[in-house]
C-alpha cells in the first residue's frame, strides 16, 4: 500500500502545507503523471483541484516530465530537474524517476490550480489544531 506526503503549494499566498496521505486517498494520485490534475479531497480541500508539479522517491532522486513512466532511468544530463551545471557546457549522468506516479515514490509536489469557496488554512489547520 502506498503512502506519501504530499507537499501542496498555494500560489496567492506563498505558503506550501505538508500532508500525509495513505490508504484510499494515497490511491487517487498512484498512476498519474506530472502536470495532471487531481481532486483535493485526497488531501483534505474540498472542492480544489491540484496540479502535480514533481516529486521524489524514497532515495530522494527527483521526478522529471520528459521521462515516460514510473521506473529509474540514467540520462545524460546538461541541466534541469536533478542536476544544476557549475559551467557552461557541463553535463553529467544522473539516475532520475520518471513522470508517472508509483509506489516508490515518497513526495508528491502539487500547486493549487482551481480555488474552492473555503479558505484553504481553514481546511488544512482543524487536522493540526488536534495534534
Known amino acids: ?9 498555494d500560489p496567492e499566498s506563498g505558503d506550501t502545507y ?11 494520485f498512484t ?4 502536470g495532471e490534475t ?6 483534505g480541500l474540498d472542492g480544489y483541484t491540484l496540479e ?11 521526478m522529471r516530465t520528459d521521462v515516460r513512466g514510473p521506473d529509474l532511468t540514467s540520462l545524460l544530463s546538461d541541466g534541469g530537474t536533478g542536476f544544476e551545471p557549475s559551467r557552461d557546457g557541463e553535463r553529467k549522468r544522473v539516475t532520475v524517476r520518471g513522470r508517472e ?6 513526495q508528491i509536489n502539487a500547486k ?3 480555488r474552492g469557496s473555503t479558505d ?9 489544531d488536534d495534534e
Open 1 to 9: 500500500m502506498a503512502d506519501f506526503t504530499v507537499v501542496v503549494a
Open 18 to 28: 505538508q500532508i500525509d496521505v495513505d490508504g484510499q486517498d494515497a490511491n487517487r
Open 31 to 34: 498512476g498519474r503523471d506530472l
Open 38 to 43: 487531481v481532486d483535493g479531497g485526497a488531501v
Open 52 to 62: 502535480l508539479t514533481g516529486g521524489s522517491d524514497n532515495a530522494g532522486r527527483p
Open 101 to 106: 506516479i508509483s509506489d516508490d515514490v515518497r
Open 112 to 114: 493549487i490550480s482551481e
Open 120 to 128: 484553504v488554512a481553514d481546511l488544512l489547520d482543524e487536522g493540526e
